[in-house]
Every structure is written in C-alpha cells, then in structure tokens.
C-alpha cells in the first residue's frame, strides 16, 4: 500500500484540523488493531479516510452519501452530520480505488456504528473516537477504556454519545441504538 498516496489525496480534500484529526485516528486505529487482533494495515487506511469527504458542500456529501446508501433515512435527511460517514465510503471506493468491504464498512460506520459491524468497523468507531486530540476524554477516562475489550469499548463510546446528543436534544441513530441492543445481548 503506498501510505503517501493516501494522505497527499486526503490533505487535498481536507482543512489542515480535520487533516490533522485524520492522521491522529489512522494512528489509534492502528494501536486498537493491534490490541484487538485486527488488520493493521487496513485499519490505518479506513482510520486515515473515514472523514476525508467532510470538506465538501452539504449538496455534494448528501449526493455521495445517497449513492454510497441507495436511499436515504428520514434520520439521515434531519441529521445531516451522520450522512459524511457513508459519502466518505462513495468517494474512496470510486475515486481512490478501495473496494475491500471491510474497510469501506469501517469507514461507512464509524459515525453511528451498525449492527453486525465487524472487528475492523468496531476499531475505526473507537479510533475516532478516543484519538488524543479529542478534549473530552481525561487521561484516566482513555485508559480505562483501552482495557475494556471491544465490544465493551464499543458500548461504553455508544452511551457517552448518547448522552451528549440527548443534551443537546438530538435522537440516537436507530443503527446505534441497535448496535447497542445487539452488543448488551451478548
């Protein structure tokens, strides 16, 4: 895999913050493959490009995202930030040439999860989410969460999420919601 292709393509579609953030979520996804038994390689990729469609208009990303999708959800239409997710997986699979499932999954989902997502999915949701440059995790709240396994991880990122969009009363996604019923159930 030539790394440096991937990252002069996504520097180009990205402000230098969220290019940054990206970066930052392509290393934690890789220290979280490697915890988990995950593919490394494959985690670096989908960690680096799982935001690379966010500096485009919201007419381009909702178009990207219903071709990614086929259709889209009345959740998707009201909440317009979930819709960069599946966009992002258009746009790596017809312009950057990625066509394993797997990674193209881990990038499609890393905003809301899905149920039934794989271990690679699973580790992109909670790279995204713990990489260091995010402010809401204390030093203490990200250990702890690096010793829980996966599916626990997952759950526990699922609940914090939930809470801060019920505070700014947003509703959970339906496919976290789900998500999480299927992870409590195990």
């Not at 390689?41 to 680096?48: D, H, P, R, T």
Request: charged share 25%; glycine share 4%.
């Amino acid at each position: 895999m030539n790394r440096q292709f991937y990252i002069d393509a996504l520097e180009k579609m990205l402000k230098p913050p969220r290019f940054q953030h990206s970066l930052r979520s392509a290393d934690t996804a890789v220290e979280l493959a490697e915890r988990y038994g995950a593919d490394t390689e494959k985690a670096w990729l989908a960690g680096l490009l799982h935001d690379i469609s966010r500096g485009q208009d919201r007419d381009t990303i909702t178009s990207w995202a219903l071709a990614d999708k086929g259709a889209l959800t009345d959740y998707d239409t009201e909440h317009f930030n979930v819709l960069h997710s599946y966009a992002s997986a258009w746009y790596c699979r017809q312009n950057l040439d990625i066509s394993d499932n797997s990674v193209l999954n881990a990038i499609r989902f890393h905003t809301t999860g899905s149920p039934g997502m794989d271990l690679l999915a699973k580790v992109v949701f909670a790279a995204d989410y713990m990489e260091p440059g995010r402010d809401h995790l204390s030093q203490i709240l990200l250990k702890q969460l690096r010793s829980l396994s996966i599916d626990d991880l997952v759950l526990v990122i699922l609940e914090k999420t939930e809470i801060y969009l019920l505070e700014k009363n947003i509703p959970i996604a339906p496919e976290s919601r789900e998500l999480y019923r299927q992870l409590s159930k195990r």
